[in-house]
C-alpha cells in the first residue's frame, strides 16, 4: 500500500526584494542564460507548471528566450501572452512576469520584465516528497527486532536475520535537514533519546547513497483518520459483526505516524548538490 502523506510541515517565512535596475536585470539574466537554468512558467496561480530552461538573452532586443519546453507545456501556453516565471539562483527565488513575443514548438520567446521579484527565505524552505518521488533515510549503526509486533513487515524468507536497519519515509526536505515517519512503534523508539549525532544513509532515487551526520530536533506521533472512501468495505464488515458492542465512531480507522525532525550535523559540497538536485526534482515533481 501507498505510503499516505503526514501532516504539512511548517512554511518557512519569507521576504522579497525587487530587482528593476537595467544594470541588475541584466545581470540577473547573463547569469541564468550562462547557467542555463531550469525555470518553471506558470499560466495562473493554480494551473499546472511547465518546465523549462533560459536558453538565451538578448539585451538589445530585451528579449529571453526559454526552450525545452514539452508538448504538453505547449498546449498549456496556448492561448496565454502573459506568463510568470519561476528559476533559483544563488539560493534565492526569483519571479518575473513577462509577455510572450513569439512561440515556436518547444521554446517561447518573452519580453525583458520591468522588475524580479526575488524571495528570500529566512529558514530554510521545507520541500514535500511526492509518492511518486519517494526519499528514505536509514540508520546504519540502529538496528530493530523484527519479531516485534510493531517492527515494519519483512517477508517470512528474511525472519532468519536477528536485526533489521530501520528506514523512514522522507516526508519533506529542504538545505538543513529533513523531515521523516514511519507508521511503525519499534523504529521510533529507536530516537527518543538520541545521542547528540547519529549516521544516517540518504537514499535519493537516481542518486547514490550518502552518509550523514545529523541530529535528531524532535519527534512527534500524530493519530489521523483514514480519507474518505479508504477500506468502507472492512468498516462495515466489522460493523455487522460488532453492532452491539460499538458505535459508529469506534469503527472509525486511523492511522497512526511517528515522525521525526532530523538536521544535518554539516553539509560538505556533496550532500548540498544532492539536496539541490533532489528539491529541483520534487519542486517540478507535478509540471509538464
Not at 501507498?2 to 528593476?20: C, D, G, H, L, T
Not at 525555470?39 to 539585451?59: A, C, H, M, Q
Not at 509518492?131 to 516485534?148: C, G, L, N, Q, V
Request: net charge positive.
Amino acid at each position: 500500500m501507498p505510503a499516505a502523506s503526514a501532516p504539512n510541515p511548517q512554511v518557512a517565512r519569507e521576504k522579497a526584494i525587487a530587482f528593476s535596475r537595467p544594470e541588475q536585470l541584466a545581470e540577473i539574466f547573463s547569469e541564468a542564460n550562462r547557467l542555463k537554468l531550469q525555470v518553471l512558467i506558470k499560466t495562473s496561480n493554480t494551473g499546472k507548471s511547465i518546465r523549462g530552461s533560459v536558453e538565451g538573452f538578448d539585451p538589445g532586443a530585451g528579449t529571453i528566450r526559454i526552450g525545452n519546453v514539452s508538448p504538453a507545456g505547449d498546449q498549456l501556453l496556448l492561448g496565454h501572452d502573459l506568463v510568470k516565471v519561476e528559476f533559483i539562483l544563488l539560493s534565492k527565488k526569483l519571479v518575473f512576469v513577462a509577455h510572450v513575443r513569439a512561440r515556436v514548438a518547444g521554446k517561447i520567446l518573452v519580453g525583458l520584465p520591468d522588475k524580479v521579484v526575488a524571495i528570500e527565505r529566512r529558514v530554510n524552505a521545507r520541500f514535500r516528497v511526492p509518492a511518486s518521488h519517494a526519499a528514505f533515510i536509514e540508520f546504519p549503526e540502529r538496528s530493530i527486532d523484527p519479531m516485534r509486533y510493531d517492527a515494519p513487515f519483512i517477508p517470512e524468507f528474511m525472519r532468519d536475520q536477528r536485526h533489521t536497519i530501520p528506514r523512514f519515509r522522507i516526508d519533506d526536505v529542504s538545505l538543513g535537514g529533513v523531515a521523516c515517519f514511519t507508521r511503525f512503534g519499534a523504529p521510533a523508539e529507536l530516537f527518543r533519546s538520541a545521542e547528540e549525532y547519529v549516521t544516517a544513509s540518504l537514499l535519493f532515487p537516481g542518486q547514490v547513497t550518502l552518509s550523514v551526520p545529523i541530529s535528531v530536533r524532535w519527534t512527534k506521533k500524530t493519530t489521523a483518520a483514514l480519507a474518505p472512501g479508504r477500506f468502507e468495505q472492512l468498516q462495515r464488515v466489522i460493523m455487522a459483526r460488532f453492532q452491539p458492542f460499538m458505535s459508529p465512531e469506534d469503527s472509525d480507522m486511523r492511522e497512526t505516524y511517528f515522525r521525526m525532525g532530523l538536521q544535518f550535523h554539516e553539509v560538505p559540497k556533496e550532500l548540498d548538490m544532492a539536496l539541490r538536485q533532489f528539491i529541483r526534482v520534487v519542486q517540478s515533481a507535478e509540471s509538464v
